[in-house]
């Protein structure tokens, strides 16, 4: 039970990654203008992302030191202020998004206005950050979103053409009206949220946190490999579910409603309160993620002392980053900036930002005074490298593709 409990760490980053409020919104939307003609997006992100966040894993339990430290003393204080100014800016973007994304968890639950529960979603996610220990933040907000899974049933529930959705998934091209342009819009969206910068960030963080040695490398590659695939395939069965009951209307999807419908006309009432809570849990996850690595960013770029394994007393500053960019959060929706609009651009600039983040990483890792034998071999490289030529042409594409197809409308 405690190895099974030690994977939340994964499947915590995977849900923040796949599956936050700008991922709930934008996979249905995705289903619902293209069925899974955009599937295959999903199964390359989750490859990349599990490529690299083993590395990160990898350098935490060779060196116990995370991966943005290591990067900065590796490759000097220049260029890390590159990979920091870079990942931090969308990380801030994604914690805005998220506080609005919990927000409209509580609205949907309650019907009373998002803004108004705007400043209690902040407060509630500062209070858990400073109150709870990671373990448990970890193991409930991880284990509370796989609540999520209900999408899956929902999917079976319906009784989709089989056949036609895995003729759907092998067939890369738009539908319909939809041009080149917007099917590659969304391709690089659901790339870069696939592969969001501050993911690799939070999960080496966390394993310092967790205090991960050599002895926890079956650990770390556990995490990688059943947390990250989990977050993929709750991203699928979303699609899954819009294309089969929204596509063929003519539906299109964006709001959180919406993508929650679904799983009402499958299961009912339960589905229903079922997929809140699992929303809910998703968001505040992600929530407390990205201002978590808001805090680690920073503070280890410093060279401050950082982490919930210490008192917060002796981490003043780490927690004050993370208070700053909450209240930042809070008074950016106020000006009531839909903040699911937030979140799908902040993916398209989390595209332009991937191969500042994920380079740094691939040098550390082929560092042997840092890895020692645990550095990246030659199969490992090659593949990483092949990444990072296709991070390279979506950062290139990204803002063209957004203004010549004006978001993806």
Not at 131 to 139: P, Y
Not at 167 to 194: D, K, V
Not at 225 to 244: H, K, M, N, R, Y
Not at 384 to 389: E, K, M, N, Q, S
Request: with cysteine.
């Amino acid at each position: 039970m405690k190895k099974l409990l030690a994977v939340t760490l994964g499947i915590l980053t995977a849900i923040g990654g796949f599956v936050d409020i700008g991922d709930l919104v934008t996979n249905a939307l995705v289903g619902a203008r293209f069925g899974m003609h955009l599937a295959w997006v999903v199964v390359v992100g989750v490859i990349g992302i599990c490529l690299y966040a083993d590395m990160a894993g990898r350098v935490v339990a060779m060196s116990g030191r995370p991966v943005f430290d290591l990067i900065r003393e590796r490759l000097g204080r220049r260029t890390g202020l590159v990979t920091l100014v870079s990942s931090f800016l969308v990380t801030v973007l994604t914690l805005i998004a998220e506080i609005g994304g919990v927000a409209l968890a509580f609205e949907l639950a309650s019907g009373v206005n998002y803004l108004l529960w705007m400043p209690l979603a902040a407060f509630a996610v500062w209070m858990v950050i400073w109150r709870v220990k990671f373990s448990k933040l970890e193991t409930t907000f991880g284990l509370l979103g796989l609540l999520l899974i209900v999408f899956a049933v929902a999917l079976w529930k319906v009784g989709p053409d089989w056949g036609q959705l895995l003729h759907q998934a092998t067939s890369p091209r738009p539908i319909g009206h939809e041009s080149w342009a917007t099917y590659a819009y969304y391709a690089i969206a659901l790339f870069g949220a696939a592969m969001t910068p501050y993911e690799v960030f939070f999960f080496s963080s966390g394993g310092v946190e967790e205090k991960w040695t050599r002895r926890d490398l079956a650990t770390e590659r556990a995490n990688v490999f059943i947390g990250f695939p989990l977050g993929g395939l709750l991203s699928l069965a979303i699609a899954g579910c819009t294309a089969v009951l929204f596509l063929p209307a003519g539906i299109q999807v964006s709001t959180l409603g919406q993508v929650a419908l679904p799983t009402a006309v499958a299961l009912g009432k339960v589905g229903l309160a079922v997929v809140l809570i699992g929303i809910f849990a998703a968001t505040f996850g992600a929530a407390l993620e990205t201002a978590l690595s808001c805090g680690y960013t920073i503070a280890q770029y410093r060279g401050w002392q950082w982490g919930k394994f210490v008192r917060p007393r002796q981490a003043s500053r780490f927690h004050l980053v993370i208070v700053i960019c909450l209240l930042l959060s809070v008074l950016t929706l106020l000006t009531a900036v839909d903040p699911v609009k937030v979140t799908e651009y902040s993916v398209v600039f989390a595209a332009m930002a991937l191969p500042l983040t994920y380079l740094p990483i691939l040098i550390v890792a082929n560092d042997p005074d840092y890895m020692g034998t645990a550095k990246n071999g030659a199969v490992r490289n090659f593949l990483a490298l092949v990444y990072l030529g296709l991070l390279l042409v979506a950062s290139i594409a990204a803002i063209p593709l957004m203004i010549v197809t004006k978001a993806g409308q």
